[in-house]
């Protein structure tokens, strides 16, 4: 053991600790009730991870992470209208670790759902009476011709925040003025309905400082989108002209990428860029389809009263890679979402049955540094028209902000922003 004493790291591993490349201890010293292990410790993880161990302290928790530090996807449209830097975003396990809960940094391959253990590239076999599984998102690769991972290396998605987000910056930030950047949305169901939206909106507030001159073209496989309405007034009012959407009835369905070229083919037409920001079409974390948690749409199928896997005993599912049924791919439904598994998962392993669990849901958009929209709603797991299970919103709960709100609403939204951020970070990394 390098750089650690066998003594001090039973100490950590005790009082929960970070268990990088070590085989799995967490459970040396007094046989904990229960073993709860959570793969993907992002928002929804590390959420769930707290609310588990402060329901009920005597349950041995352990996050299986593949990151030592976590960048939030929320906030980064920020860092591409030079408002935040990806350092402000970007969280440790620390306080994680000081609750008692342990980390283990190691990508998880597979769930042995059978023999109820993780499975670790670094070889570790971690087992679990409950796992609660929240690896977010990853991307259907074959979905747009000529857009892989190695494209996406070339032209980003940064969909997942970090040095895609980079990446994408600094083209921007290379760009003539008078160019064009080309946001190419995915279909539903994705990662934040209107963060393709606004993520137009901030880049176009750096260009009109810096590149005024320059046009953001957003293609779009959908005939409609997130606070469609507030998004179109907002672009029309700060930067007029300047952002352009093709919906998916008008051709906007792209279909094939030539990414040297810069081009991108629609059924009916080919679109040349000078900047390209490709979000392809999503599905659950990789993880998640590894270890046949996935149904044919690419997401976890779940009891919507307990989070559980349909597909699989004592798996629950979080945050974007569930079956989100109404509920928005967003970080505060992870947060949610998580509330909802820590408290199913901590009754199971009390012999008590769950209650009725409710869903939350607030997110705000940026227009301008002053100005935000918003959206929220709380919803309900029920039965659709066709008589399947679904979650579905409480009465008229779901609402946006409204339409011609003046400039201090408006700033008082971007302010709320701030502080939501502050907020769901905290729930897991505070
Ligand atoms: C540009 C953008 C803007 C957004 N803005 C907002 C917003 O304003 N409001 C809002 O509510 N939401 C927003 N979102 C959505 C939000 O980021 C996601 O909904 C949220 O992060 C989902 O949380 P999660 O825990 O399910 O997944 P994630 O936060 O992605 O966490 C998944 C974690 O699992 C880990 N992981 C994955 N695979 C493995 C594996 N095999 N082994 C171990 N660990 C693994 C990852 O490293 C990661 O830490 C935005 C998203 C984007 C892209």
């Known amino acids: 053991m390098a750089n650690i004493s066998r003594r001090k790291f039973i100490q950590m591993a005790g009082a929960g600790g970070l268990l990088a490349g070590f085989p799995y201890a967490a459970s040396w010293g007094s046989q904990p009730k229960a ?4 793969v993907g410790g992002g928002t929804g993880g590390a959420i769930a991870a707290r609310y588990v161990k402060a329901l009920d302290p005597s349950i041995d928790v352990t996050i299986v992470e593949a990151n030592p530090r976590y960048t939030t996807c929320f906030m980064s449209n920020w860092v591409l209208a030079e408002m935040r830097d990806l350092d402000s975003l970007t969280h440790g ?3 994680v670790i000081a609750r008692g809960i342990n980390v283990i940094i190691d990508p998880a391959t597979t769930i042995d759902t059978e023999g109820q253990k993780v499975l670790t590239q670094g070889g570790q076999s971690i087992p679990y009476d409950r796992v609660i599984v929240a690896p977010g998102i990853d991307f259907q690769w074959d979905a747009i011709e000529g857009y892989d991972a190695a494209a996406a290396e070339i032209v980003p998605h940064a969909w997942k925040a970090g040095p895609q987000t980079e990446l994408l910056q600094n083209q921007i930030r290379a760009m003539d003025d008078g160019g064009v950047v080309a946001i190419v949305a995915p279909p539903n169901p994705f990662r934040c309905p209107p963060g393709p939206y606004e993520r137009a909106a901030l880049i176009a507030y750096y260009l009109r400082r810096h590149k005024p001159k320059s046009k953001i073209v957003i293609y779009d496989a959908k005939d409609a989108f997130s606070k469609q309405g507030l998004f179109q007034a907002g672009w029309a009012r700060h930067y007029p002209g300047m952002i352009e959407w093709v919906g998916g009835f008008a051709g906007g369905k ?10 991108l083919y629609s059924e009916f037409d080919d679109f040349e860029a000078d900047v390209l920001n490709i979000i392809p079409p999503q599905t659950a974390g990789r993880v998640a389809i ?4 996935t149904d044919a749409s690419g997401w976890c199928p779940v009891d919507f009263r307990d989070l559980q896997s349909t597909l699989a005993r004592n798996v ?7 079956v989100s049924s109404a509920l928005p791919k967003s970080g505060y439904i992870a947060a949610s979402t998580a509330k909802v598994a820590a408290v199913a998962v901590v009754d199971h392993l009390n012999g008590r049955e769950p209650g009725t669990p409710a869903f939350f849901n607030t997110c705000y958009s940026l227009l301008t540094p002053q100005h935000s929209i918003s959206v929220s709603g709380v919803y309900e797991a029920g039965t659709n028209a066709e008589g399947q299970p679904a979650i579905l919103p409480v009465g008229n709960s779901v609402a946006v902000s409204p339409a011609g709100a003046d400039d201090s609403f408006q700033a008082r939204e971007a302010r709320y922003a701030a502080s939501w951020y502050d907020n769901l970070v905290d729930q897991g990394f505070g």
């Open 254 to 263: 792209i279909e094939r990428v030539d990414v040297a070229a810069r081009t």
């Open 35 to 38: 073993r709860v292990v959570i």
């Open 93 to 95: 396990y620390e306080n």
């Open 316 to 322: 629950h599912v979080i945050g974007d890679a569930m």
């Open 290 to 293: 590894n270890s046949g948690l």
